[in-house]
């Protein structure tokens, strides 16, 4: 059976189906109203999730804003816009990210460039970067100096620094692609005077991370994706860097390897935030509780917007007898 909404309309003839492009159609069915009815409906029977809030983000992009807010249904579109926005439904189709298809994203206000394979942004790390801006202004810290350790799109760092006009940061990565893009959003946002960006491994490089330290804080979001998780990822997930993802069998592996290291790169009582998978704060904290070698202290769990256990805040504690003066930046193993 033919479908009556697939990229274009479709006619029935005698013999054969006759297509008409949107483009070519009459200006009264090029309207805003009229374009999100028929390119939903085209999503909906591909069973793609969340169509009409795809459509509606991808119809807003083509108009050169964030979202529909403001825009008449009757709001006419050009051939050309028409055009683009065929291929990015097609694109959708094929269960490619919204925010990779727009080519951009809104985080904290800022608006980001992203692009596959780096990781996208979510919700819940602008809840992170809340938390960590909070608890500077808190504390009333000034010249603080943040780690910000897997940068993925910069997306993190780059929201703490703009809230923080006088803190400076590094940023490290593995992958060439995610440095490259947290220069640029650098860029684009006005923080790369107050950025160094970096691609080294947190399991390997920490001597070579050493010779940028102290640190007041570390922040990150490891991968945390466990072997279980693995195997049942939307599709979506699959255009996304899987070394973004999968944080080992049981999804610490890269959490446990900052963890070793944190104590070598913080200042005594500096801090280190993360946003970590469901369940695994919990994990972190029985952790430091049973190690005491890796000289961090558990100070709190935080919720996420849907009130389940998502982030972890740790101090860094010097012993008693411990020199603050005597302490050495360099690579310990993990633990």
Same mark, same amino acid.
């Given at each position: 059976? $033919?479908?009556?909404?697939?990229?274009?309309?479709? =006619?029935?003839?005698?013999?054969?189906?006759?297509?008409?492009?949107?483009?070519?159609?009459?200006?009264?069915?090029?309207?805003?109203?009229?374009?999100?009815?028929?390119?939903?409906?085209?999503?909906? #029977?591909?069973?793609? %999730?969340?169509?009409?809030?795809?459509?509606?983000?991808?119809?807003?992009?083509?108009?050169?804003?964030?979202?529909?807010?403001?825009?008449?249904?009757?709001?006419?579109?050009?051939?050309?816009?028409?055009? #683009?926005?065929?291929?990015?439904?097609?694109?959708?189709?094929?269960?490619?990210?919204?925010? +990779?298809?727009?080519?951009?994203?809104?985080?904290?206000? $800022?608006?980001?460039?992203?692009?596959?394979?780096?990781?996208?942004?979510?919700?819940?790390?602008?809840?992170?970067?809340?938390?960590?801006?909070?608890?500077?202004?808190?504390?009333?810290?000034?010249?603080?100096?943040?780690?910000?350790?897997?940068?993925?799109?910069?997306?993190?760092?780059?929201?703490?620094? /703009?809230?923080?006009?006088?803190?400076?940061?590094?940023?490290?990565?593995?992958?060439?692609?995610?440095?490259?893009?947290?220069?640029?959003?650098?860029?684009?946002?006005?923080? /790369?005077?107050?950025?160094?960006?970096?691609?080294?491994?947190?399991?390997?490089?920490?001597?070579? =991370?050493?010779?940028?330290?102290?640190?007041?804080?570390?922040?990150?979001?490891?991968?945390?994706?466990?072997?279980?998780?693995?195997?049942?990822?939307?599709?979506?997930?699959?255009?996304?860097?899987?070394?973004?993802? +999968?944080?080992?069998?049981?999804?610490?592996?890269?959490?446990?390897?900052?963890?070793?290291?944190?104590?070598?790169?913080?200042?005594?009582?500096?801090?280190?935030?993360?946003?970590?998978?469901?369940? #695994? %704060? =919990?994990?972190?904290?029985?952790?430091?509780?049973?190690?005491?070698?890796? /000289?961090?202290? /558990?100070?709190?769990?935080?919720?996420?917007?849907?009130?389940?256990?998502?982030?972890?805040?740790?101090?860094?504690?010097?012993?008693?007898?411990?020199?603050?003066?005597? #302490?050495?930046?360099?690579?310990?193993?993990?633990?």
């Amino acid at each position: 059976m $033919l479908k009556l909404f697939h990229k274009s309309r479709v =006619l029935v003839s005698s013999y054969y189906p006759v297509v008409v492009p949107y483009w070519r159609r009459s200006c009264s069915s090029m309207t805003v109203g009229s374009i999100c009815k028929s390119f939903t409906r085209q999503l909906e #029977q591909e069973n793609v %999730p969340e169509a009409k809030i795809s459509i509606d983000l991808m119809v807003a992009h083509v108009l050169g804003k964030t979202t529909l807010h403001g825009v008449t249904p009757s709001t006419h579109l050009n051939t050309d816009q028409i055009r #683009q926005l065929e291929s990015m439904c097609e694109q959708r189709k094929r269960r490619m990210p919204v925010q +990779y298809i727009i080519g951009e994203w809104d985080f904290c206000d $800022l608006m980001l460039k992203v692009q596959p394979p780096t990781l996208i942004p979510r919700p819940e790390t602008e809840e992170l970067a809340n938390y960590v801006i909070s608890h500077v202004r808190r504390v009333r810290q000034n010249q603080v100096k943040i780690l910000d350790i897997g940068s993925g799109s910069g997306a993190l760092i780059i929201a703490i620094l /703009h809230a923080l006009p006088t803190a400076t940061g590094v940023a490290v990565d593995i992958a060439d692609h995610a440095c490259s893009l947290t220069s640029e959003n650098a860029q684009l946002t006005g923080v /790369h005077h107050r950025l160094i960006v970096e691609k080294l491994d947190i399991t390997t490089d920490v001597a070579e =991370l050493s010779r940028l330290c102290p640190f007041d804080l570390i922040v990150g979001n490891p991968p945390y994706l466990t072997d279980e998780c693995l195997n049942n990822l939307e599709t979506e997930l699959s255009y996304e860097d899987n070394k973004a993802l +999968y944080g080992g069998p049981d999804g610490l592996d890269v959490t446990r390897s900052i963890l070793a290291a944190a104590s070598r790169l913080l200042r005594p009582n500096g801090s280190v935030w993360m946003e970590l998978g469901l369940g #695994q %704060p =919990l994990e972190i904290k029985t952790l430091l509780e049973k190690q005491t070698g890796y /000289h961090l202290q /558990h100070v709190e769990t935080l919720q996420d917007f849907t009130n389940r256990d998502r982030f972890c805040h740790l101090e860094y504690k010097l012993l008693t007898n411990e020199d603050p003066s005597s #302490q050495k930046y360099f690579a310990v193993p993990v633990m």
